[in-house]
């Protein structure tokens, strides 16, 4: 079966920064997703790695290591509206799976 | 990046009625998904919408139950029928882009109740 780790809530300050961790075990790898979902709302496409290395976009960077089955999402400057969940997914075969959701609060 | 538009966009059913859910993405994209989200819970894969074919259906999920159609590359329909209670989900269309990194999308998902 399909493995996919990541803690389920994470607290952190206005300005701060946050790393989310995921680790994974899967039949197959072909890409790892980074989604945000905000409550009630579709999750939306943050990052993609399918190499190891940093992946950096704006405020957000996100981390591969396929030897270690790991990933991490870096959340830099934190603002009132990143307080959402966070969604790690992995591509195996042609399918996406995704792990359960990290809900990320962001306090003032 | 695909825009991807469900309908409806919730409802509340009886139990044992069926309801379809529509699903058009506004641009060609290479695969088309269904998955399916309980409260406070991650997406789970309910299938592939193969176009012209019938669909792969992931373990626990039945073509009787959820049948799915694509009759083309925008377009997907699915089916939840008899519906009981533990229907009750937000069901949400996803499509596959052809973009540098086959980036995946999401529709705004179908919130169903069923009572």
């Known amino acids: 079966g399909q493995n996919i780790d990541q803690p389920t809530e994470m607290t952190a300050t206005e300005g701060a920064i946050v790393q989310i961790n995921c680790t994974y075990q899967?039949?197959?790898?072909?890409?790892l997703f980074w989604y945000q979902q905000h409550a009630g709302e579709a999750p939306t496409f943050l990052s993609y790695n399918v190499l190891d290395g940093l992946e950096e976009k704006g405020r957000f960077s996100s981390f591969l290591s396929r030897s270690k089955g790991y990933s991490y999402l870096l959340l830099k400057e934190l603002q009132m509206k990143d307080s959402a969940s966070y969604l790690c997914?992995?591509?195996?075969?042609?399918?996406?799976?995704f792990g359960a959701g990290t809900t990320v609060t962001v306090r003032a | 990046s695909a825009v991807i538009s469900q309908k409806p966009s919730r409802d509340i059913c009886q139990r044992g009625t069926s309801l379809t859910i529509q699903c058009q993405v506004d641009?060609?994209?290479?695969?088309m998904f269904w998955y399916r989200q309980q409260p406070g819970q991650s997406l789970t894969l309910i299938a592939t919408a193969n176009q012209g074919s019938e669909a792969t259906y992931e373990s626990g999920f039945v073509i009787d139950k959820f049948p799915i159609s694509r009759p083309n590359l925008t377009f997907s329909t699915l089916t939840v029928s008899n519906m009981s209670p533990e229907d009750s989900s937000i069901y949400l269309c996803?499509?596959?882009?052809?973009?540098?990194?086959?980036?995946?999308?999401f529709g705004p998902g179908t919130r169903l109740t069923v009572l």
């Open positions: 899967t039949s197959g790898f072909n890409g």
């Open positions: 641009s060609q994209v290479t695969m």
């Open positions: 996803s499509g596959r882009g052809q973009g540098r990194y086959n980036e995946q999308f």
């Open positions: 997914a992995v591509i195996h075969d042609y399918k996406l799976s």
